[in-house]
């Protein structure tokens, strides 16, 4: 099984490489991070190709040659991201544009690129990654929220659409996860706050949103389904 996996040398993004190298063959899109790309790449074994998802012409050279390397692609995993804690009223047109084009048109632009491969072999499993946020929204991160929600809608569309051609279309919404992201915009005192309504009494992990995806990855008869990684957050 060949799996795509954008945004892949992030907390979240390498730990799903890593889940998936056991036993499939894992091409990683990256922006900007290569020498963490290329310690995946001796850790694991993976392919790492270079790629602004927001770009529709860089994502189609990239996806040109996953093909070329592994002949098909049968997962691809929408998680590459980027976060933002403002009030709305500082955030500005660029801030809002660029959070839209990473989240949602990098997951259109991907898949896109994907489903005609998917489509004429009447096979494929596409994984979008949103957030408990773009469930239930949050304050201060209005842009974020607004952004993962139109990710969930955009799945349960592409599930509908792409059912008859044998693809599934699933979205994992992570809830609060012990991760380089989280740590930078949060305070101590916010995270212990977070683990407190939390009813599992914990962050979630990296490898917690891993294993969900190797399981979506592999649910012939799940599609257009929201699986919320969060501990019981609501």
């Not at 894992?26 to 770009?55: F, H, N, P, W």
């Not at 792409?162 to 693809?167: D, E, R, V, Y």
Request: one cysteine or more; hydrophobic letters at 45%; a negative charge.
């Amino acid at each position: 099984m060949a799996v795509v996996i954008t945004g892949g040398t992030g907390a979240i993004g390498s730990a799903m490489v890593r889940a998936f190298s056991k036993s499939n063959d894992v091409a990683v899109i990256y922006k900007s991070s290569e020498d963490k790309a290329q310690a995946l790449k001796e850790e694991t074994g993976c392919g790492i190709y270079r790629a602004d998802v927001s770009s529709q012409e860089e994502v189609k050279s990239a996806i040109e040659a996953v093909i070329k390397d592994y002949g098909h692609i049968d997962v691809l995993i929408n998680n590459a991201g980027i976060s933002q804690i403002k009030l709305l009223g500082d955030v500005t047109v660029s801030d809002w544009n660029n959070m839209m084009a990473v989240h949602l048109g990098g997951a259109f632009n991907m898949t896109k690129a994907v489903i005609p491969d998917m489509i004429r072999r009447k096979k494929g499993s596409i994984i979008n990654i949103s957030s408990v946020w773009g469930v239930h929204g949050a304050s201060c991160e209005v842009p974020y929220s607004t952004a993962k929600a139109g990710l969930i809608g955009f799945t349960k569309a592409l599930a509908k659409e792409l059912a008859p051609s044998g693809i599934t279309v699933n979205c994992i919404a992570p809830g609060v996860i012990d991760s380089p992201m989280n740590n930078a915009h949060l305070s101590e005192e916010e995270m212990k706050e977070l683990i407190e309504q939390t009813p599992l009494g914990r962050l979630g992990t990296a490898q917690d949103v891993a294993d969900a995806a190797v399981y979506l990855a592999s649910a012939g008869f799940v599609t257009g389904q929201v699986l919320g990684v969060d501990g019981g957050f609501y």
